[in-house]
């Protein structure tokens, strides 16, 4: 490595101690994902302030009030730019509340927390879910307890996987091209390869809202 130094680093799932090394050392490098705050690096993601931001506008506008948000305890880049991004949306509202769960990454720990969300005096009447995975634990849960979705309760969820397709009832949800990903990123590394720098700005990729029966 020492003769032959990296032209570009990407940074794949990277968190604040990482991206702050790379960028105390100046190294060049490009963050596949969003950075925390402070931290000058360039970086390519999904816009995921911009989905959450209309998740919650098109709740509201449908009746929903008493909205939460689920995702993971260790949340960082995207999901803390998709928490703002909802909070702004339902800011000034009338009559708007979020509720944010935040579990462990285990099945028994969220169905705890759906649990003591259903038992409130005014419980949620929409869930917007990060992860593709929790969604149907949220979902098969929900329809466990004898909620009816989307009749009692909307789900969507804020990212796109295959196997959303098949869900039923089916799955509304932000979806977003890989193949438009991946070129973006190789466009980035490509320039920063090429001229040895890359300015340090976020470039963010608007997904498309895929109506689902969930909503």
């Not at 928490?83 to 509340?97: I, K, M, V, Y």
């Not at 849960?141 to 009749?151: A, E, N, T």
């Not at 196997?163 to 920063?192: G, I």
Request: charged share 20%; hydrophobic share 40%; with cysteine.
């Amino acid at each position: 490595m020492d003769g032959h130094p990296p032209a570009v680093w990407l940074l794949f799932g990277s968190r604040e101690p990482m991206q702050r090394w790379f960028s105390g050392r100046r190294l060049p490098c490009l963050a596949a994902g969003s950075c925390a705050p402070g931290i000058p690096l360039p970086s390519v993601d999904v816009d995921y302030r911009a989905a959450c931001r209309h998740a919650g506008g098109m709740l509201w506008r449908k009746g929903h009030r008493r909205i939460t948000l689920v995702q993971p305890q260790d949340s960082f880049g995207g999901d803390m730019d998709g928490e703002a991004g909802l909070r702004e949306s339902l800011h000034g509202l009338p009559g708007a509340h979020l509720k944010v769960l935040r579990h462990d990454g285990t099945t028994a720990h969220l169905r705890l927390l759906l649990d003591g969300a259903m038992r409130a005096p005014h419980p949620p009447t929409a869930y917007l879910v990060a992860r593709p995975s929790y969604v149907l634990t949220v979902m098969m849960h929900l329809l466990h307890r004898g909620q009816r979705i989307p009749k009692d309760i909307a789900v969507i969820s804020r990212d796109g996987a295959p196997f959303l397709q098949f869900t039923c009832p089916s799955t509304a949800h932000y979806a977003t091209n890989p193949t438009v990903l991946a070129r973006r990123v190789f466009m980035a590394v490509r320039q920063m390869a090429e001229t040895g720098a890359l300015p340090a700005r976020a470039i963010r990729l608007m997904p498309t809202f895929v109506p689902g029966d969930t909503v």
